[in-house]
């Protein structure tokens, strides 16, 4: 079983195995291969993740912005990373539910799980999960989200399918020097664009396993009744995007996604 | 396409270092002493051939990239590569067979667990226990990401890149194989082999080619189909392009037997990131005296698309075009015009989209020592035919294409962004003077406007909501010595890109600018003494984009100055970056021995900024360089 955070069943983690730094052992393994270098872990790393607590109370400013999740009442794993894969429970730890409501206050940020959109019953009226990444540098995502010839500004697209089934949960990453975003990079993004979606920060990058950071924007889709992962999107494919909404929130009919 | 910073056109840190140190070594190697070999005919029944070799030895080190929490900008630290390219051709009479077998080895690089530490170890400040469950959580993340970044990367892989034999008579010709192929002026099809793109993409197949001739009438028709065949390994990212069993059912196995598989790495699912299209395709050409006519159409034929989008999610795209070439319209003119059309069949459920087309020509006229050249485009709905790569896992390869619609900008030219050239009008007005028979002077005003650039629009709407209007213009100055004594060239310019409607500028209010660029543009060469040589060729910028550019205006510029004296050539190269982002400056070198006129070896140390290189509309983003590699060229 390989350490993972997404993919991992459990909490604990193989030890790598130690390698005699950078030096293969056997020639032909060295030209077959190549070499690769299978450094030996800390003291201490391994064995931190038994003590991992999605309870932790240390204060909310003191979080990191992702952790773990809870896998009681979510969807049974396997859990992956790949399409038609369940994804793992895991918690943002600074959440605007509704940025322009909250008048872009930091201090109304909120623990959101994916597990909160998770409706295998249809009770909540949750279908399908929209997840975004957003980082400051990136001008395609400033384009996404403040709307062009085809789709108005993306909060508006997305709250305009919010009866039918369709929640989101946009996370910024990355500042535009491309370092860690932080809660002051938030508000900015969302009172320039006036977001009235969820909108989380992920400074960890939690969301570099499915797509890589300097690959913008990047869009996935999560069945909410299972937690599958149902397609992905890198760059701006904002037409493909809601065809493939417009088919999950009304299978069977024919997609006209953009608008008029 | 897609690529960082913004969506299509990635950084706007043109990597134009590595445009002009190619060009550079070009000029130099062609200008420099050249012991020509100047192969006689071979007589008939001869069997003659050649041997090429082209080696390669690098090692890279950090490149200065590293974003925390980003383990891409790791990934590309600390490897190493031998690369070997071995190309055979032979030939009797007509015939022609020839292979290229394509090996390279990475006989170090790193590992996801030391890409996870170094990760944290930056995130942190040290390794120093104790570690929280965050650390380990952190770890945890950057190590599966790690994962799937090498799944795809640093794979040794020896493969048959290319091999065709065929038969090239006066009015026939036949290959079966690896083919290049141009069909009009590249609308429809065009796969061709381009250095500076570090691209080679042909099609596996056939084709056919016959000639009727009458006095003044020639009559051409070609036929070809098979598999689209891209370069499979970039050595300069050690990225790989992978198939399986999936992506090439039937007859396709064969034709991809021996490229390089996918591989399980630590737990993944080992997965395609090339499913390979399929093409046919044709023309015909009528030529009446020195006027052609001509015809030609290209199906490629999709298999479910790796990463989605408008082109690559479609099952089947149709390209045709008819041409009119008069390459001698009244005295010193000439004129080219073509007319295309595109139909992306969608797969089942979804609305087919509506029809693309193109419209282009050029026309130039001459009456000494004014020389006029005017192109024009007009397109609609008219995509790059995109290879089906997985965008998200082979980003590297996100920009290869099948086809290449003309820009009628200069060939440099990397600030159309976005889908600018799927949904634009405009085109380019020159004009030459030439003083004497070595001088000339000229100016260019461009101006375009797309619907296409500030955002998505695949559906080509047309509104002062989305649009962009561009004015580009610049002028030239160039003269020559006799004998090829010295060459000075000089262009400066500059590009102003508006939208029609203000957004949201970053740096507070809003704002009309989307881009703006001065520039300036030189190449010296100058004989000094008996073998010995000097070159300089530069490329300054300043640049202002308003959306995924850095806060503010930034400066970008390369210069190189090579020295040659007989077979030795010495070039240094400088280029900085005022973009707060990216590092300041970078410095590197360039030693060359020639063994003859197409031989030679070369030793290259140094940086290399990164960035996007766009040749002709054709673009690739570049990550930064820092290492040194040695290069050898050998020609039997």
Same mark, same amino acid.
């Given at each position: 079983?390989?350490?993972?955070?997404?993919?991992?069943?459990?909490?604990c983690?193989?030890?790598?195995r @130690?390698?005699s730094?950078?030096?293969?052992?056997?020639?032909?393994?060295?030209?077959?291969a190549?070499c690769?270098?299978?450094?030996e872990l800390?003291?201490?790393?391994?064995?931190?993740?038994?003590n991992?607590?999605?309870?932790?109370?240390?204060?909310?400013?003191?979080? &990191? *912005?992702?952790?773990?999740?809870?896998?009681?009442? #979510?969807?049974p794993?396997p859990y992956?990373?790949e399409?038609?894969?369940v994804?793992?429970?895991?918690?943002f730890?600074y959440?605007?539910?509704d940025?322009?409501?909250?008048?872009?206050d930091?201090?109304?940020?909120q623990?959101?799980?994916?597990g909160?959109?998770?409706?295998?019953?249809g009770?909540?009226?949750?279908?399908? +999960?929209?997840l975004s990444?957003v980082?400051?540098w990136?001008?395609?995502?400033?384009a996404?989200?403040?709307?062009?010839?085809?789709?108005?500004?993306?909060s508006?697209?997305?709250?305009a399918?919010?009866?039918r089934?369709?929640r989101s949960l946009?996370?910024?990453?990355?500042?535009?020097?491309?370092? &860690?975003?932080?809660?002051?990079?938030?508000?900015?993004?969302a009172?320039?664009?006036e977001m009235?979606?969820?909108f989380?920060?992920?400074a960890e990058?939690?969301m570099g396993?499915f797509s890589?950071?300097?690959?913008q924007?990047?869009?996935?889709?999560?069945?909410?009744?299972?937690?599958r992962?149902?397609?992905?999107w890198v760059?701006?494919?904002?037409?493909?995007?809601?065809a493939?909404?417009?088919?999950?929130l /009304?299978?069977?009919?024919?997609?006209?996604?953009?608008?008029? | 396409?897609?690529r960082v910073?913004?969506?299509?056109?990635?950084?706007r840190?043109?990597?134009t270092?590595?445009?002009l140190?190619?060009?550079?070594?070009? %000029?130099?190697a062609?200008?420099?002493?050249?012991?020509g070999?100047?192969?006689?005919p071979?007589?008939?029944?001869r069997v003659s051939?050649?041997?090429?070799?082209?080696?390669?030895?690098?090692?890279?080190?950090d490149?200065? /990239?590293?974003?925390v929490g980003?383990?891409?900008?790791?990934?590309?630290?600390d490897?190493?590569?031998?690369h070997n390219?071995l190309?055979?051709?032979?030939r009797?009479?007509a015939?022609?067979?020839?292979?290229?077998?394509?090996g390279v080895w990475?006989?170090?690089? &790193?590992? *996801?667990?030391?890409?996870?530490?170094?990760?944290l170890r930056?995130?942190?400040g040290?390794?120093?226990?104790?570690?929280s469950? !965050?650390?380990t959580a952190?770890?945890?993340?950057r190590?599966?990401?790690?994962?799937?970044?090498l799944s795809t990367? #640093?794979?040794?892989?020896?493969?048959?890149?290319k091999?065709?034999v $065929?038969?090239? $008579?006066?009015?026939f010709?036949?290959?079966?194989?690896?083919?290049?192929?141009?069909l009009g002026?590249?609308?429809?099809?065009?796969?061709?082999?381009?250095?500076?793109l570090?691209?080679?993409?042909?099609?596996r197949?056939a084709?056919?080619?016959?000639?009727?001739?009458?006095?003044?009438l020639?009559?051409?028709?070609?036929?070809?189909?098979?598999?689209?065949n891209?370069?499979r390994?970039?050595?300069g990212?050690?990225r %790989?392009?992978s198939?399986?069993?999936?992506?090439?059912p039937? &007859?396709?196995?064969?034709?991809?037997?021996?490229m390089?598989r996918p591989?399980? @790495?630590?737990?993944l699912?080992?997965?395609?990131?090339?499913a390979?299209?399929?093409?046919?395709?044709?023309q015909?050409?009528?030529?009446?005296d020195?006027?052609?006519l001509? @015809?030609?159409?290209?199906?490629?034929i999709?298999q479910?698309?790796?990463s989605p989008?408008?082109?690559r999610?479609a099952?089947?795209i !149709?390209?045709?075009s008819?041409?009119?070439?008069?390459?001698?319209?009244?005295r010193?003119? =000439?004129?080219?015009?073509?007319?295309?059309?595109?139909q992306r069949? *969608?797969a089942?459920?979804?609305?087919?989209?509506?029809?693309?087309?193109a419209?282009y020509?050029?026309?130039?006229?001459q !009456?000494?020592p004014?020389?006029i050249?005017v192109?024009?485009?007009?397109y609609?709905?008219?995509f790059? %035919?995109?290879?089906?790569?997985?965008?998200?896992r082979?980003?590297?390869f996100?920009t290869?294409?099948?086809?290449?619609?003309?820009?009628?900008?200069?060939?440099?030219v990397?600030?159309?962004f976005?889908?600018h050239?799927?949904?634009v009008?405009?085109?380019r007005?020159?004009?030459?003077?030439?003083f004497g028979?070595?001088?000339?002077?000229?100016?260019?005003v461009?101006h #375009?406007? =797309?619907?296409?650039?500030?955002?998505?629009n695949p559906?080509?709407?047309?509104?002062?909501?989305?649009?962009?209007v561009?004015?580009?213009?610049?002028?030239?100055?160039?003269?020559?010595?006799?004998?090829?004594?010295?060459?000075?060239?000089?262009?400066?310019?500059g590009?102003?890109?508006?939208?029609?409607?203000?957004?949201p500028d970053p740096?507070?209010?809003?704002t009309?600018?989307?881009?703006g660029?001065?520039?300036?543009?030189?190449g010296?060469?100058?004989?000094?003494?008996?073998?010995?040589?000097l070159q300089?060729q530069?490329w300054h910028r300043?640049?202002?984009?308003?959306?995924?550019?850095s806060?503010?205006?930034?400066?970008q510029?390369?210069?190189?100055?090579?020295?040659?004296?007989?077979?030795? +050539?010495?070039a240094?190269?400088?280029?900085?970056?005022?973009?707060?982002?990216t590092?300041? %400056?970078?410095l /590197?070198?360039?030693?060359?021995?020639d063994l003859?006129?197409?031989?030679? @070896?070369?030793l290259f140390?140094?940086?290399?900024r990164?960035?996007?290189?766009?040749?002709?509309?054709v673009?690739r983003d570049?990550?930064p360089?820092?290492?040194?590699?040695?290069?050898?060229?050998l020609?039997?």
């Amino acid at each position: 079983m390989q350490g993972a955070f997404w993919a991992a069943p459990g909490c604990c983690v193989n030890l790598q195995r @130690v390698m005699s730094s950078r030096i293969c052992s056997a020639l032909g393994l060295l030209v077959v291969a190549g070499c690769s270098r299978d450094p030996e872990l800390p003291p201490g790393l391994d064995d931190a993740v038994t003590n991992a607590n999605t309870d932790v109370d240390a204060g909310l400013l003191d979080l &990191p *912005s992702v952790i773990l999740g809870s896998s009681q009442g #979510y969807a049974p794993g396997p859990y992956g990373i790949e399409d038609g894969d369940v994804i793992r429970n895991v918690c943002f730890n600074y959440v605007w539910p509704d940025p322009r409501a909250a008048d872009y206050d930091t201090r109304a940020m909120q623990r959101t799980c994916l597990g909160d959109f998770y409706d295998p019953d249809g009770e909540k009226g949750i279908r399908v +999960l929209l997840l975004s990444t957003v980082a400051e540098w990136c001008g395609a995502c400033r384009a996404e989200w403040g709307g062009g010839a085809q789709f108005g500004p993306f909060s508006d697209e997305i709250l305009a399918r919010h009866e039918r089934g369709l929640r989101s949960l946009a996370l910024m990453y990355h500042d535009d020097q491309g370092d &860690p975003a932080t809660r002051t990079d938030m508000r900015e993004w969302a009172s320039t664009y006036e977001m009235e979606v969820p909108f989380g920060l992920d400074a960890e990058f939690a969301m570099g396993s499915f797509s890589r950071a300097d690959l913008q924007p990047f869009n996935m889709l999560v069945d909410t009744r299972t937690m599958r992962i149902l397609e992905r999107w890198v760059g701006a494919q904002t037409d493909k995007l809601f065809a493939r909404i417009e088919q999950e929130l /009304n299978p069977g009919e024919p997609v006209d996604a953009g608008r008029d | 396409m897609i690529r960082v910073r913004w969506g299509l056109a990635a950084s706007r840190v043109p990597a134009t270092g590595r445009l002009l140190g190619t060009t550079l070594f070009l %000029l130099l190697a062609c200008c420099g002493t050249a012991r020509g070999q100047q192969q006689a005919p071979p007589e008939p029944g001869r069997v003659s051939g050649s041997v090429n070799n082209f080696t390669r030895a690098q090692y890279s080190v950090d490149n200065r /990239n590293t974003r925390v929490g980003s383990v891409n900008s790791l990934s590309d630290d600390d490897w190493g590569l031998i690369h070997n390219r071995l190309s055979v051709q032979a030939r009797q009479d007509a015939w022609r067979v020839g292979a290229r077998i394509d090996g390279v080895w990475f006989y170090t690089h &790193p590992s *996801s667990s030391e890409l996870a530490l170094e990760a944290l170890r930056l995130r942190r400040g040290d390794l120093q226990p104790p570690f929280s469950a !965050q650390d380990t959580a952190y770890y945890e993340l950057r190590q599966q990401e790690g994962a799937r970044d090498l799944s795809t990367r #640093y794979r040794s892989v020896l493969y048959p890149s290319k091999y065709y034999v $065929g038969y090239e $008579g006066r009015d026939f010709d036949a290959t079966i194989g690896d083919f290049n192929a141009q069909l009009g002026r590249g609308f429809v099809l065009s796969l061709r082999r381009q250095d500076e793109l570090q691209s080679d993409t042909t099609l596996r197949g056939a084709r056919v080619s016959g000639t009727l001739r009458g006095r003044a009438l020639r009559l051409r028709a070609t036929a070809l189909g098979g598999v689209l065949n891209p370069l499979r390994v970039d050595a300069g990212s050690g990225r %790989l392009l992978s198939v399986n069993r999936g992506v090439t059912p039937g &007859p396709l196995g064969a034709l991809d037997w021996g490229m390089p598989r996918p591989g399980q @790495v630590e737990g993944l699912e080992p997965a395609p990131t090339l499913a390979p299209d399929r093409l046919v395709g044709g023309q015909l050409e009528v030529q009446l005296d020195t006027v052609t006519l001509g @015809v030609q159409t290209a199906r490629v034929i999709r298999q479910p698309a790796l990463s989605p989008d408008s082109v690559r999610s479609a099952k089947a795209i !149709q390209t045709s075009s008819a041409s009119l070439d008069v390459p001698e319209l009244w005295r010193g003119g =000439s004129l080219y015009t073509e007319a295309a059309m595109q139909q992306r069949q *969608s797969a089942a459920a979804e609305p087919t989209p509506e029809t693309g087309y193109a419209l282009y020509a050029a026309l130039s006229a001459q !009456q000494r020592p004014w020389l006029i050249g005017v192109e024009f485009k007009h397109y609609r709905r008219f995509f790059p %035919l995109l290879a089906n790569v997985d965008a998200a896992r082979a980003a590297e390869f996100s920009t290869l294409q099948y086809n290449a619609p003309p820009t009628t900008e200069a060939h440099w030219v990397d600030s159309e962004f976005e889908g600018h050239n799927t949904c634009v009008s405009g085109g380019r007005v020159k004009l030459d003077h030439t003083f004497g028979p070595r001088r000339s002077a000229g100016v260019w005003v461009g101006h #375009y406007r =797309s619907w296409a650039e500030s955002g998505s629009n695949p559906d080509c709407r047309i509104g002062a909501s989305n649009e962009n209007v561009i004015w580009d213009l610049a002028s030239s100055f160039e003269q020559t010595g006799r004998a090829s004594a010295y060459r000075h060239s000089f262009v400066i310019g500059g590009r102003l890109d508006q939208t029609r409607h203000s957004f949201p500028d970053p740096r507070g209010g809003r704002t009309r600018l989307f881009y703006g660029e001065t520039y300036l543009r030189y190449g010296v060469t100058q004989r000094l003494l008996g073998q010995l040589s000097l070159q300089l060729q530069g490329w300054h910028r300043r640049l202002l984009q308003a959306q995924g550019g850095s806060t503010g205006p930034s400066y970008q510029g390369d210069h190189a100055t090579g020295v040659r004296f007989g077979q030795w +050539l010495l070039a240094l190269g400088t280029q900085y970056d005022s973009d707060p982002r990216t590092p300041d %400056l970078y410095l /590197n070198g360039l030693l060359q021995y020639d063994l003859d006129s197409v031989s030679n @070896v070369a030793l290259f140390a140094g940086q290399e900024r990164g960035g996007l290189v766009c040749v002709n509309g054709v673009c690739r983003d570049y990550a930064p360089f820092e290492g040194a590699r040695i290069d050898l060229t050998l020609q039997l």
